[in-house]
């Protein structure tokens, strides 16, 4: 079994997650609604949680949506969201997933809304790796951690216990 090293507990989770919450609402107060859309798996996991929480701290219609990318093949597999009948017009739009590695899978994610008219784009992750091959940048951001090519992060929303690992 490889070294692990827990890089964030529950607790610690639950404090970005909040964190982040009041943040994307300090900059967007003034909207009446916000489009929330995390890439598959985790980072539709993390997004739920922090729909959740801007639902409990403000009266900003939260519109939760779920973005398929397929990692391995993004180009000629496009990027699909769990809805097609959506108008992005004048919208803001936050994009969300649980680490940013190398900013491929956010730049695909990202890539979807570039041909639509949205009112800002941003991107919210639990934890951004400092090494980046795509020009990707993480808005809202739980934790920066500085890894090798080689380490791995690994986040688990398991519903007793949140926990964020470096392997």
């Known amino acids: 079994m490889p070294n692990k090293t827990q890089i964030l507990n529950h ?5 970005k ?10 900059n967007n107060y003034n909207e ?3 489009i929330i859309a995390g890439i598959a798996k985790n980072g539709f996991v993390f997004a739920q949680l922090i729909a959740q929480k801007l639902e409990s ?4 219609k939260i519109v939760l949506h779920e973005l398929k990318i397929h990692k391995k093949n993004p180009i000629s597999n496009k990027a699909i969201l769990d809805s097609d009948a959506i108008d992005f017009k004048n919208q803001v739009i ?11 899978t956010m ?3 990202l890539n979807h809304f570039l041909g639509e008219p949205v009112k800002k784009l941003s991107t919210a992750v639990l934890v951004n790796r ?3 091959r795509f020009p990707v940048h993480a808005d809202y951001l739980g934790v920066n951690l500085a890894t090798t090519m080689k380490e791995h992060i690994e986040v688990s929303f398991e519903t007793e216990e949140f926990s964020a690992w470096l392997m």
Do not use: H
């Open 94 to 104: 936050i994009v969300v997933d649980d680490v940013l590695n190398s900013g491929k």
């Open 57 to 60: 701290i403000c009266s900003i």
């Open 32 to 34: 009446e609604q916000l």
């Open 17 to 26: 997650i909040t964190r982040i919450a009041f943040q994307i609402y300090e």
């Open 107 to 109: 730049m695909y994610g």
């Open 130 to 132: 400092s090494y980046k």
């Open 11 to 15: 607790q610690q989770i639950e404090q």
